[in-house]
């Protein structure tokens, strides 16, 4: 499989990027990993003219934790993550996700930037993201934009960035509790059939502090669960109150019917992994 | 578009090419440089017979543009080991029956050998994990972990050569 014909170009940092970006227009396309990109341009989905490649500025190559606040630079590859030791002390649920995105080789060049901004609902790292409260650094022509994870999904593949802009960073704060990723998928290297990300903050007297609930690959876009949320938060956490966040949560969802199975079924599988992943969480608080 | 000047450092020998942005390294390499080891399988990133070594990645290079490793140093499975003188690894897949067909064994044995660089001592599971992305439709995989947990044994030996 060919690609449509394009011209290349690698500049060595953000401004040149952003710059080449505003000039070329319509017609380029950034390139981060590739590993959505190159497969949509072989089934000449996509046909950019230009393809401007992140991989020559180091700048976005960078994991900084500062006290609480966690900055990782776009182009850090999922490998990057699993193997940072002071991503592993701030936020281990960065590891436990990216362990399940993928193959080895695929987490060797795709990176955090590129599965946060293409919008693709199947991608992981979104829902996670919306889970931690991120926000996401945004360059363009205009300067520098901050976008929250939570306001940031649109709809498949349509996101707040806009098409002259180049999403550099994702931050965060560093997040202490229990934690869990689970994911129901079909083989390794899949998407989820239905996927869960929970944060949950457990008080010396058991009570629970923080909650955070978001789902991926269940709706057009990732979803964070406000209500389940709160309620984990309010109730506390319980076989009641999973029950309870887990029916609010399930209200929110929109899977359709294909490949990975019907609608029911992935509301089901949703379900399941839902209740396994605030139960895990919990354990680990 | 016209064509420019790729060149890369395979395995230890630098070569040039000329190609079109839209040349995927798979394709610069065996219709090129006729390094033919590394296969086209599904080309859609999945079955992995096209894994290369770049600069201490396992890639496949099926789903990167050639243009893309401009200047990096890539390992194929003509660089582990010669006809003459087999790496472990495959001396390994020889010994256990870690291949039928042999389509896969270039990725599968490349992929392995960064696996085993980055894990000297994997256990089972950690080389059903990290061979993951690597399709074999003959052997059912049991033989190809076999191989590797084999030559990971033959590689922490003192004596050993690698």
Known sequence: ?285 | MSKQTITLNVNGESLSAEAEPRELLIHVLREQLKITGPHIGCETSHCGACTVEMDGMSVKSCTMFAIQAQGKEITTIEGLGTPDKLHVLQESFKEHHGLQCGFCTPGMITRAHRLLEENPNPTEEDVRFGIAGNLCRCTGYQNIVKAVLAAADELNQPESVA
């Open chain 1, 1 to 285: 499989m060919i690609t449509g014909n394009f011209e290349y170009h690698q500049p060595g940092s953000v401004p040149e990027a952003v710059a080449l970006l505003s000039d070329l227009g319509d017609e380029a396309r950034v390139i981060a990993g590739g590993h959505s990109l190159i497969p949509t341009m072989k089934l000449r989905l996509a046909m950019p003219e230009h393809l401007i490649d992140l991989q020559g500025i180091s700048e976005l190559k960078n994991i900084a934790v500062s006290g609480s606040d966690v900055r990782i630079g776009a182009m850090t590859t999922q490998a990057e993550l699993i193997t940072s030791e002071q991503l592993l002390k701030a936020a281990p649920i960065i590891r436990e996700t990216a362990l399940q995105i993928a193959d080895p080789q695929v987490r060797y060049m795709g990176t955090i930037g590129g599965n946060v901004a293409n919008g693709d609902p199947g991608n992981d790292m979104p829902a996670l993201m919306q889970c931690l409260d991120a926000t996401f650094v945004l360059q363009g022509p205009d300067g520098e934009r901050l976008v929250q994870a939570r306001e940031f999904y649109e709809a498949a593949y349509f996101t707040a960035r806009d098409d002259l802009e180049i999403l550099t960073e994702v931050r965060f704060s560093a997040c202490a509790g229990g934690f869990s990723y689970g994911k129901q998928k079909r083989k390794i290297g899949d998407y989820a059939t239905a996927a869960a990300a929970v944060l949950l903050t457990k008080s010396a007297d058991g009570s629970c502090t923080h909650a955070s609930v978001a789902l991926t690959n269940l709706a057009d876009t990732p979803l964070y669960c406000a209500d389940a949320s709160a309620l984990l938060q309010s109730k506390g956490v319980n076989d009641a109150s999973i029950a309870e966040a887990v029916e609010s949560a399930m209200e929110q969802i929109e899977p359709v019917d294909d490949n990975r199975g019907p609608a029911e079924f992935k509301r089901h599988a949703a379900a399941i992994i839902l209740t396994r992943t605030i139960q895990e969480a919990w354990s680990r608080a």
